[in-house]
């Protein structure tokens, strides 16, 4: 006898968690399948920064739904504690050497933009900076001019201790939540409706279907159908990127928020949990975005963003920190017009999709949306604009 349950989210990267957290506490029958372990994917394995900052170039629509899913977590904090959540507070620190006008000039535009979108940010001097970072190294030579941003509201957090909370939560209000269960065959009636999930050997009879499952999300649309529409509504592009993870560091090298230095590259480092620094850089992204990288030239940039590191760190053991560093990629899903994708698929009644870019931040309130919608059978507003019909150019629907 197949098991019967609601609803079926697929995947359990963050925003798979996320749905099954929202579905279960509004008393859902869920059932949670992953194929490898929880968080194995991208969600695992990115910078976890939250933040809306670095959205200012983007609509304003968009700029807001960033904002208000940081105010998704702060609904998050009060109710489960950041230590429970792995979440931690800082914001989100920039600066620009006065002597670059092109570095004054976009860090000025952020500061203009956040001010008109009502986003909390101050703008600080190179004392105020040296308050909020001891460790930190903001003039190359005494008594340069710096001038800097500083975004309190943002965030950086511990993925999998969020993850694995999620889903012990949804897991305690009666959610099935599945490892190592991949999908074998999806199943729909007479109707055209989704009406079983078979995965991992078992059956799931169910009415709804959210796949939330990033990289793997074409995949499994066309195990779901042969509509080329359902494809055709939910292009991802699949965008790498290189990250440094190192040991811990001395406690007087250490630092709370998440840092964009006057740097070329884009570099940008934060704290990890464990006292090390998480390092990436734009530049070495695009680098592994056109070649293969193998574990020898993976190394090399490594050591390379570690000695850009190095320069605002003063109290960095480069040495050592090479010694103990990791160096990996992220492979993101990224929608073709870089905006989420969530809702209805076309071509197949009772199938939602939920996958976007900046999952971290993002997920919490997409997933409390979507989860309404699948409740009530009505578009939130918030996502009417990120529907995946809109790459079909067909009107909104809501199955």
């Known amino acids: ?57 983007s609509s304003e629509p968009y700029f807001r739904l960033n904002a208000e899913a940081l105010r998704r977590y702060e609904t998050l904090v009060l109710e489960h504690k950041a230590e429970s959540l792995g979440i931690h507070s800082g914001g989100t620190l920039y600066w620009a050497r006065n002597s670059e006008a092109q570095q004054v000039a976009t860090l000025r535009r952020r500061a203009e933009r956040l001010q008109v979108l009502g986003y909390p940010y101050t703008t600080v001097n190179a004392h105020e900076m040296e308050i909020l970072e001891p460790s930190v190294r903001f003039r190359r030579v005494p008594n340069e001019d710096v001038e800097g941003l500083y975004a309190p509201a943002d965030k950086w957090v511990e993925p999998l201790r969020l993850i694995r909370f999620l889903a012990n939560y949804a897991r305690n209000h009666n959610a099935a939540i599945k490892e190592y269960c991949p999908i074998e065959s ?153 905006h989420p994708i969530v809702g209805a698929l076309p071509g197949v009644k009772g199938v939602y999709v939920a996958v976007t870019h900046s999952g971290l931040t993002l997920a919490p309130l997409l997933a409390h949306l979507l989860a309404e919608e699948i409740m009530l059978k009505q578009i939130p507003p918030q996502l009417a604009d990120y529907r995946p019909d809109r790459f079909l150019q067909i009107p909104h629907t809501s199955k």
Request: proline share 5%.
């Open 1 to 57: 006898m197949p098991e019967i349950v609601d609803v079926v989210v697929v995947g359990s990267g963050i925003m798979g968690v996320c749905l099954a957290y929202e579905l279960a506490r509004r008393t859902l029958r869920v059932a949670l399948l992953e194929a490898y372990a929880l968080g194995s994917g991208t969600t695992g394995s990115g910078f976890a920064w939250l933040n809306a900052t670095s959205k200012t170039e």
């Open 186 to 338: 999806f199943h729909t009636d007479m109707q055209g409706r989704v009406s079983m999930v078979r995965a991992g050997g078992v059956e799931y009879a169910t009415r709804s279907v959210v796949l939330a499952a990033g990289l793997q999300t074409s995949a499994l649309i066309r195990l779901l159908t042969s509509n080329p529409q359902s494809l055709q509504s939910v292009p991802i592009k699949q965008i790498p990127g290189v990250l440094v993870d190192t040991a811990p560091q001395s406690a007087e090298g250490q630092m709370r928020r998440v840092l964009y230095p006057p740097d070329s590259g884009g570099l940008h480092f934060r704290p990890t949990a464990s006292g090390g620094l998480l390092v990436g850089a734009d530049d070495t992204d695009a680098i592994a975005h056109g070649e293969s990288l193998d574990t020898k030239r993976l190394s090399d940039i490594g050591k390379s963003l570690l000695v850009r590191v190095s320069d605002w760190l003063p109290q960095l053991s480069l040495l050592e920190t090479v010694k103990g560093m990791s160096t990996y990629l992220c492979m993101r899903p990224v929608p073709q017009d870089d």
